[in-house]
């Protein structure tokens, strides 16, 4: 029977073969115990950065395996409306190789409020309420 670890191990792979960028969610990233960041250790990614001094989406980590990039999102991106996700995968999409230093750069204003709206990609639909 597989545990968590070897069936996130293989589903890594599998999924990276289709697709240029893989999000995950559910895992901890202060936990170096976690089945997900076991698994990307034992598939050979790279952890680019675990954690970001950003709120809301502090607890987010960025890996790469064979150049594509495995963002684990934090569980906060189901209450708010902007976390530390929405600054870096505007990033991801284009290509760009985000590295920890991109991350530590996120701690100049880390407080992610709607004073911070300029930070973020403009998005149709906003509303007054948003920002």
Same mark, same amino acid.
């Given at each position: 029977?597989?545990?968590?670890?070897?069936?996130?191990?293989?589903?890594?792979?599998?999924?990276?073969?289709?697709?240029?960028?893989?999000?995950?969610?559910?895992?901890?990233?202060?936990?170096?115990?976690?089945?997900?960041?076991?698994?990307?250790?034992?598939?050979?990614?790279?952890?680019?950065?675990?954690?970001?001094?950003?709120?809301? %989406?502090?607890? +987010?980590?960025? !890996?790469?395996?064979? $150049?594509?990039?495995?963002? =684990?999102?934090?569980?906060?991106? #189901?209450?708010?409306?902007?976390?530390?996700?929405?600054?870096?995968?505007?990033?991801?999409?284009? %290509?760009?190789? +985000?590295?920890? !230093?991109?991350?530590? $750069?996120?701690?100049?204003? =880390?407080?992610?409020?709607?004073? #911070?709206?300029?930070?973020?990609?403009?998005?149709?639909?906003?509303?007054?309420?948003?920002?």
């Amino acid at each position: 029977m597989l545990d968590e670890t070897d069936a996130v191990q293989r589903a890594i792979p599998a999924l990276l073969a289709d697709a240029n960028l893989l999000l995950t969610a559910g895992a901890n990233a202060t936990d170096p115990l976690d089945p997900t960041l076991v698994a990307l250790e034992r598939v050979g990614a790279t952890i680019e950065k675990r954690g970001a001094p950003a709120h809301p %989406g502090s607890a +987010v980590w960025l !890996a790469y395996l064979d $150049g594509k990039p495995i963002f =684990g999102v934090a569980a906060c991106g #189901m209450f708010s409306k902007a976390t530390v996700l929405d600054l870096i995968l505007p990033r991801l999409f284009t %290509g760009v190789r +985000v590295t920890a !230093a991109d991350f530590n $750069g996120l701690g100049h204003g =880390g407080l992610l409020s709607k004073d #911070m709206a300029f930070r973020f990609p403009s998005y149709r639909g906003r509303t007054e309420d948003d920002g």
